[in-house]
RNA sequence: GCGCCUGUAGCUCAGUUGGAUAGAGCAACUGCCUUCUAAGCAGUGGGUCCCCGGUUCGACUCCGGGCAGGCGCACCA
């Protein structure tokens, strides 16, 4: 087990469960924490002060009883001390430290891996832009997001399966055959305008022009029916789909499609089948209605519109239907801020058919705002005038892009400046933190021109003391927990927190402590630690999808 | 009107799930390169954590009620 880290947090919380129950309070969980402020030590626990109204005893005289009666390892904690009003603040022994070092040069690419997650089984479906246009920014961050959701639960021992719901049915696909249809007809040079509704953009020419090419010389398919036309496009928009998100590091595992998978097996109509059998419907105004309004949605949703033809939660729910059926722990979607109307109603189709509400979870990627020098880029989809993903990509590259868009909580409405992701200065976060990596690079390079060679095995890090050292020492060491965090909760910013934080600390002590020029046996200890720190920072930024530049 | 999201330093945002003196980056100002990458480090200034209540040893965090901004509330998907 290379990461420690879990087992130091066990040991530490094993001893305070004995201490504690000593009291013989039932129900108390042991909570560690790691105190903001640095002199409190490495761990603190409020043990002392969640007892003392059950105890009716002052916390300080708990907490200095419990520290009386802590059996610790002594090569695992150096001290444990009390503070007001009632912490109990434990240290570890340094030894504890350089035997986690150790094992961090040991695992390599490998730390961080872990089994935290294990039994875990999800099915994670995101970015499912319809294949009508190309993808935006929005769909940008909700493929990074959910790109490094998986990474992280992957590596945390987690099961995850990527899903890519590709909307080619119903309403919309007869539309974009007919612009599809109209646009041809342009590039021919006859004028013919898109459908009230349809799909307008220069891109929809470029489509034309592609199948022209593609059909040259072959009359049959010159022909094709307006439907099998609209297939035709649909799949080679998924196509384009695929490729960009391809050059954006993010791939799926299954694109499912719903005229393929849903429709043509006919698990649109078995489950129309089965709401009325169920008894979850009702006719109304030449309409038949889903009773969403009985499990917790504000309205009822109609499922089959008075011209007969399924509304489009119908297939939806066949869809969803489909998903719960395959056995997962949780199903999750990350949708658009533009959709979260639909999650009440989803929720409840969820609840009627029986299955357990926490089984499907929504995660919304909330709005981007881009900027260009603090100016907001103006956008209107009905002009054709929007930034897709590619051009982004395109203008900041998929480092800055992908760093960018998980650098905040998916939650938050996210300001992304075009300038300032483009810009190789300080104020471009990505750089603060790729920079610590190429110096480690950079350090590792001298020192082999100087022929020092930190030696693999009977390292002594003994020497490495300085409070900034165990700053380092800490962060590296704690890698693996936030990599647990950021996949438990779902919320990969916290990644970018910890970067961070572990490229200060290193900047820190790199300004602070002479590596090369130290005398032998303290070069190899840092040199071992610098090291450590380049396979954190490379295996983090890994998880984001970002490289780690080995000079810059 | 109803629902979702957001509200923390001048700006953009964190805040380890209820803990100790609320943090980071940018912007402003001041120092630090004959020495391993100054894309860096240190320091200074900057706060009614939107407001009012409640829960408790303790609230930026949880609950209730407001206020403000964004988005959504189709027999579209």
Redesign the pocket.
């Known amino acids: 087990m290379t990461n420690e880290i879990f087992s130091i947090h066990q040991s530490l919380t094993d001893a305070l469960q004995r201490a504690v129950a000593v009291y013989g309070v039932p129900e108390i969980t042991i909570?560690l924490?790691?105190?903001?402020?640095k002199t409190?030590?490495d761990y603190?626990t409020?043990i002392a002060?969640?007892l003392?109204?059950k105890l009716k005893k002052a916390?300080l005289s708990i907490a200095q009883d419990m520290v009386k009666n802590l059996s610790l390892d002594p090569s695992l904690v150096s001290g444990a001390e009390v503070?007001?009003?009632g912490?109990i603040?434990l240290r570890l022994a340094p030894k504890a430290y350089y035997g986690v070092l150790e094992g961090i040069l040991t695992a390599g690419a490998q730390y961080g891996e872990n089994k935290q997650l294990q039994g875990r089984r999800l099915l994670l479906e995101f970015v499912s832009a319809?294949p009508t246009g190309p993808l935006n920014v929005v769909n940008a961050r909700a493929a990074v997001l959910g790109d490094t959701i998986t990474r992280l639960t992957r590596v945390s021992g987690g099961q995850v399966d990527t899903e890519y719901y590709v909307?080619d049915?119903?309403?919309?696909a007869r539309l974009f055959g007919e612009s599809l249809e109209a646009a041809i007809s342009r590039v021919r040079g006859v004028p013919k305008d898109a459908p009230e509704g349809g799909y307008q953009g220069a891109y929809m020419e470029d489509l034309a022009r592609e199948f022209l090419t593609e059909t040259e010389g072959n009359s049959k398919d010159f022909n094709l029916s307006t439907a099998k036309l609209g297939e035709w496009g649909m799949d080679r928009v998924v196509q384009w789909h695929k490729e960009s998100l391809g050059k954006f590091g993010v791939s799926f595992e299954r694109w499912f499609s719903e005229r393929r998978e849903l429709h043509e097996p006919g698990l649109v109509a078995e489950t129309l089948k089965k709401l009325t059998e169920m008894g979850l419907t009702y006719d109304?105004?030449?309409?038949t209605w889903i009773k969403t309004s009985e499990f917790g949605a504000?309205?009822d949703e109609?499922l089959i519109?008075?011209?007969g033809?399924p509304?489009?939660?119908v297939a939806d729910i066949a869809y969803h239907l489909h998903k719960l059926k395959r056995g997962y722990s949780k199903v999750i979607n990350i949708m658009g801020?533009?959709?979260?109307?639909?999650i009440?109603s989803m929720k409840a189709a969820h609840k009627a058919l029986g299955f357990e509400e926490s089984l499907f979870e929504v995660l919304?990627a909330?709005?981007v705002s881009l900027l260009s020098g603090g100016q907001k880029v103006k956008m209107s989809k009905r002009e054709g005038k929007f930034v897709t993903m590619e051009e982004l990509l395109g203008q900041v590259g998929k480092d800055a892009a992908r760093y960018f868009f998980v650098?905040?909580?998916a939650?938050?409405?996210?300001?992304f400046d075009i300038e300032v992701a483009q810009k190789?200065?300080?104020?471009n976060?990505v750089?603060?933190v790729q920079?610590a990596h190429?110096?480690i690079?950079?350090?590792l390079k001298?020192c082999a021109e100087r022929g020092l060679h930190p030696s693999r095995h009977a390292r002594d890090f003994t020497s490495l003391q300085e409070p900034e050292t165990f700053l380092l020492l800490k962060e590296i060491m704690e890698f693996p927990q936030w990599v647990v965090?950021s996949a438990?909760?779902y919320?990969p910013?916290?990644m970018v927190?910890y970067l961070?934080n572990l490229a200060?600390d290193f900047?820190?002590f790199?300004?602070?402590?002479?590596?090369?020029?130290a005398p032998s046996e303290v070069a190899q200890a840092r040199l071992g630690l610098a090291q450590a720190v380049r396979i954190v920072l490379e295996n983090a930024l890994g998880l984001l999808g970002v490289t780690a530049p080995?000079?810059?």
């Open positions: 909570t924490e790691s105190p903001k402020d409190h030590g603190a409020p002060m969640a003392a109204k916390p503070a007001a009003p912490f603040n319809n909307n049915a119903g309403n919309q109304k105004d030449g309409a504000h309205k109609v519109k008075s011209n033809i509304a489009y939660i801020p533009d959709h979260h109307g639909h009440l919304i909330q709005h650098m905040r909580g939650n938050s409405h996210l300001d190789q200065t300080d104020e976060p750089f603060y920079y190429a110096r690079c950079s350090l001298k965090e438990k909760s919320e910013h916290r927190v961070q200060a900047h820190l790199y300004t602070k402590h002479r590596i090369l020029d080995e000079q810059m």
